[in-house]
């Protein structure tokens, strides 16, 4: 009874664990749903923050590392949590430890298996440990390479629409898995009610079984009212013999009665043997059945406390996979800002090109302006000169023809001619000098143009730069996406293999619970036997005991009876004895009837125990081998009543019996022995489950670093862009304050020379026009080397033009067409 309460426990304990199971993974689906919700509304939340208020460079780097470093002391809480579990396993294995001391006290092959076990369990505890300490290796190893995260991430945004379609190819998988559990449920929930229809044929059947059995009772109550009446029968018998025949057949029926005596005590011995045989046989076999009922309480318990394992470890591959999932999503989210940063770099990267080149345009344009009106000045400067210094020269020709005719005195002549010279002298100085710092403008503002095309091409090779920068960043985003892929698909291979493993525990552990009922129908049907027998055993003493005293009561009557009528009786007595012995006949005839009636009930009851036999067939085999143990019970007991030197027999059968009892509970150690195996291997898959994720912890990190790296990478670029940027408008600025320097600077000189030309121009005037110029008889001898200085003067004008026809080229270098020469007597033709 208490092994059955027991066993009612555990199947209660069964039945609440595989509820809280299902409790718990509802409740983790579902937080799986609230957790993907809120990760969706977090994601518009910071979109339309994003719209909003767009995140600074600073702002989103100390939230990456902020997100870096909760995910940091997350990975160190999981492993903390491994510690923990690892404590655990080797505070079970102390349990199991205990449990194996207290085997010991059984069979030697018990505990052979236990310490197996426990040593399976150690090496388990080990190798935990070991991956507990690669696992902080890796995480080390993980914290060392944080800089190729980025890349990886990177890599990820490109396969994105492929991720999304994964989950939701997960999603369906998901969905069938769990319409498959229902179905298989339900299954079992029809399985359970045919099995308690089979129960209840087989409660009918048992009951037809003690219907046969009262009525077999009451005609064994009627086998021993016909005893008594044999024996009453005897006794008036004997009395008649006393009264007939006392003298001849007293010492005769003494004897006989002493033999009667003998048999009695020799069947009561006899019988007594066979009891104790039978006692011997039903302690033996309760011992057997006691010891087997215990294997499969510990068996029962070392199967839950495996289940349970694997339920915890299912229950954190689930718990992992869920942060390998938040932790997927913050990436994608990370990703995402990355992306839009990147893009948003990509357009002030264009904007501020645009506005480069914009500012290079104005800047050229403007330089090319101002140095096609300092050329056109110039010109005109060049050209009044020249006309001016041609008017000067016709003067002094003048002079010189008017000197000859007496116009004027050659003192004045030469005065005159000096000054024309110094006049034609001075401005060709000044002419040179503004052609020197004209060439020297042009030279500016050519060098303003080279440093301009250089800063050009430098923010165009920065723009490549950064081109380059974002196509590495694709390219690192589409490898991290085929990283993120695969751990995805890893994770999705170990949640299968859990939830295999978890549906093939659980059938054999239904399978299990379908033999414990059965084993406890068995061990239910036993007992009735045994209390049946015990019944029977009862019943044939009272039978025995009244039998013998009936017999003493009539031989000391028969005695006394003899005695008495001695003499006057034996006619009588012989008479009567005959008529007894007529009755004992018929009565023996009617006890072998009943006995045949008996035989009947006993065929009966053989029948009622095939048909319970049949009916424990269809509750499984385990039953039908224990229905066919209570058939030879019955039989046994059947031979028993029926003759009394069948106990031989009946203890051969028993033996027979009970070795097939000890091949069954073999067989149902072998079958042990495999689930155990099967446990093993199911316990095995989920440490493989766990190394995956292990594997997986490790890829997460690897890409967490990587994508970390290159948001550093892109923040060095947009610190050197903005640098580079600086720089180019520091050096624009500067070739513009620069060329407009210059430009101002010529202007300048040029007045100054206009004013200077002007007033030279204005001296010469006034003097021919009051006449300060006067020539004498000496004239020619004065012009000649006045005339020579104006040639050489001419000459150098020429020259002069030529280098002032330098100044007509174009930005592309070539000379301009159609330029004429002012020198009136150079001769060059041009």
């Not at 101002?744 to 009051?770: G, N, P, V």
């Amino acid at each position: 009874v208490a092994k059955d309460v027991e066993i009612e426990n555990v199947r209660a304990e069964a039945a609440a664990v595989k509820a809280a199971l299902d409790s718990a993974e509802t409740k983790a689906q579902k937080e799986l749903e609230a957790a993907r919700a809120e990760a969706e509304a977090a994601r518009g939340e910071i979109e339309k923050a994003r719209e909003e208020v767009p995140p600074t460079a600073a702002a989103e780097k100390e939230e990456a590392l902020a997100a870096k470093d909760a995910e940091i002391e997350r990975v160190r809480s999981e492993a903390e949590a491994v510690k923990v579990d690892l404590d655990a396993a080797k505070t079970k294995a102390e349990a199991l430890e205990s449990e194996l001391n207290e085997a010991k006290e059984g069979t030697s092959d018990r505990v052979s298996e236990l310490e197996e076990q426990l040593s399976e369990k150690e090496e388990e505890a080990d190798e935990a440990k070991s991956k507990l300490e690669e696992t902080e290796k890796q995480l080390q190893a993980a914290k060392d390479d944080l800089a190729r995260a980025e890349e990886i991430e990177e890599r990820m945004l490109a396969k994105e629409e492929e991720l999304g379609t994964a989950k939701a190819k997960a999603a369906d998988a998901l969905e069938k898995e769990t319409e498959a559990k229902e179905n298989a449920r339900s299954e079992l929930i029809e399985a359970k009610e045919t099995l308690l229809a089979k129960e209840e044929e087989l409660a009918a059947s048992r009951s037809e079984k003690e219907e046969l059995e009262s009525k077999l009772v009451e005609a064994e109550n009627a086998a021993t009212e016909a005893v008594s009446s044999v024996a009453a029968a005897v006794a008036s018998a004997a009395n008649a013999a006393a009264a007939s025949d006392a003298a001849t057949k007293a010492e005769s029926a003494s004897g006989q009665l002493l033999m009667a005596e003998s048999r009695i005590k020799s069947l009561e011995s006899e019988l007594d043997k066979s009891r104790a045989d039978l006692t011997s046989l039903q302690e033996e076999f309760q011992s057997k059945l006691h010891t087997m009922e215990q294997s499969k309480s510990k068996s029962s318990l070392r199967e839950e406390e495996l289940r349970s394992e694997l339920d915890e470890a299912k229950k954190e591959l689930d718990e992992e996979l869920s942060v390998g999932m938040t932790k997927q999503e913050g990436l994608e989210t990370e990703l995402e800002e990355a992306q839009g940063r990147v893009m948003e770099l990509e357009k002030e990267l264009e904007v501020q090109a645009k506005e480069m080149e914009e500012k290079m345009e104005t800047l050229k344009r403007g330089k090319e302006e101002e140095m096609e009106a300092a050329r056109k000045a110039l010109a005109e400067e060049a050209e009044k000169a020249k006309v001016e210094s041609v008017a000067a020269a016709a003067a002094a020709t003048e002079a010189a023809v008017k000197a000859k005719e007496g116009m004027v005195d050659a003192s004045a002549l030469k005065e005159a001619q000096e000054k024309a010279e110094a006049a034609a002298t001075e401005a060709i100085a000044k002419l040179a000098e503004m052609t020197e710092k004209s060439a020297n403008a042009e030279k500016a503002a050519s060098e303003s143009k080279e440093k301009a095309d250089e800063l050009t091409s430098e923010l165009k090779e920065t723009a490549q730069k950064a081109e380059a920068a974002a196509r590495e960043a694709e390219k690192a985003a589409i490898e991290s996406s085929e990283a993120t892929a695969a751990l995805t698909k890893k994770h999705d291979e170990a949640l299968k293999t859990a939830e295999e493993s978890s549906r093939k525990l659980t059938e054999k552990v239904e399978g299990l619970e379908a033999a414990v009922n059965e084993q406890k129908s068995a061990k239910a049907a036993l007992e009735k036997e045994k209390e049946e027998l015990a019944n029977e055993a009862r019943r044939y003493e009272r039978q025995l005991s009244l039998a013998q005293h009936e017999s003493e009561e009539g031989t000391s009557k028969a005695l006394k009876d003899i005695e008495d009528k001695y003499e006057c009786c034996i006619a009588d007595m012989r008479e009567e004895l005959s008529e007894a012995r007529e009755g004992i006949e018929s009565t023996k005839k009617e006890l072998d009837e009943m006995t045949a009636e008996k035989a009947e009930g006993d065929d009966r009851t053989k029948k009622v125990e095939e048909a319970k036999r049949k009916a424990d067939e269809l509750s499984g085999t385990l039953e039908a081998e224990k229905s066919a143990l209570e058939a030879k019970v019955g039989g046994l007991e059947s031979k028993l009543t029926a003759t009394e030197g069948a106990s031989s027999v009946a203890k051969t059968e028993m033996d027979e019996t009970l070795k097939k009892v000890n091949e069954e509970l073999k067989a149902y150690e072998e079958g042990k022995a495999g689930l155990d195996a099967k446990l093993k291997e199911a316990e095995a898959k989920a440490s493989e489950a766990a190394g995956a994720r292990d594997e997986a912890l490790v890829s997460l990190n690897a890409a967490t670093a990587e994508r970390e790296g290159l948001t550093s990478k892109l923040e060095g670029t947009e610190t050197e862009f903005k640098a580079k940027n600086a720089e180019l408008e520091t050096r624009a600025r500067e070739a513009e304050e620069r060329g407009l320097a210059a430009a101002k600077k010529a202007e300048r000189e040029r007045d100054d020379l206009k004013l200077k030309l002007d007033k030279t121009e204005k001296e010469l005037r006034d003097r021919i026009a009051l006449g300060e110029i006067k020539g004498s008889g000496g004239a020619d001898a004065a012009a000649g080397p006045a005339a020579k200085k104006a040639r050489a003067a001419k000459a150098a004008e020429a020259q002069d033009v030529t280098a002032s026809d330098e100044l007509d080229l174009d930005l592309t270098g070539k000379k301009k067409e159609n330029v004429s020469c002012f020198a009136a007597f150079c001769g060059c033709g041009k």
